[in-house]
């Protein structure tokens, strides 16, 4: 079983900054790609960033050069820095973990940007 840990999610204003963090633990053999998704009410759940395990990453278009996603993989843990927030950042956000042999979740932690 794996665990994820999030932490960093809060209430900021418009232009205001935040950084998101998943830990993983538990019975991790390999770390292949992890990831970000969030999910605004009444709304699906989409990628925002991923980074493979050899520090590939791809964004979502909507927050490219505004969020910067990156891993310390001797913590097996994820990050996401948020900059510029915009109101339309508003919701859930998922830490997303992909290991050998299945992938797993984190809680979510909100995200409200005010504006």
């Known amino acids: 079983q794996v665990r994820l840990v999030e932490s960093g999610g809060g209430l900021v204003q418009a232009g205001g900054s935040l950084r998101l963090s998943c830990a993983a633990s538990?019975?991790?053999?390999?770390?292949?790609?992890m990831g970000w998704y969030r999910q605004a009410p009444g709304k699906q759940r989409d990628l925002v960033a991923r980074?493979?395990?050899?520090?590939?990453?791809n964004y979502a278009d909507s927050v490219k050069g505004r969020f910067t996603i990156s891993r310390d993989n001797a913590k097996n843990t994820v990050y996401l820095q948020m900059t510029s927030l915009k109101p339309e950042d508003t919701a859930v956000y998922y830490c997303h973990v992909g290991v050998l042999g299945g992938a797993y979740w984190g809680q979510g932690t909100q995200v409200t940007v005010s504006s």
């Open positions: 538990g019975n991790i053999f390999s770390i292949n790609a």
């Open positions: 980074i493979t395990s050899g520090g590939s990453t």
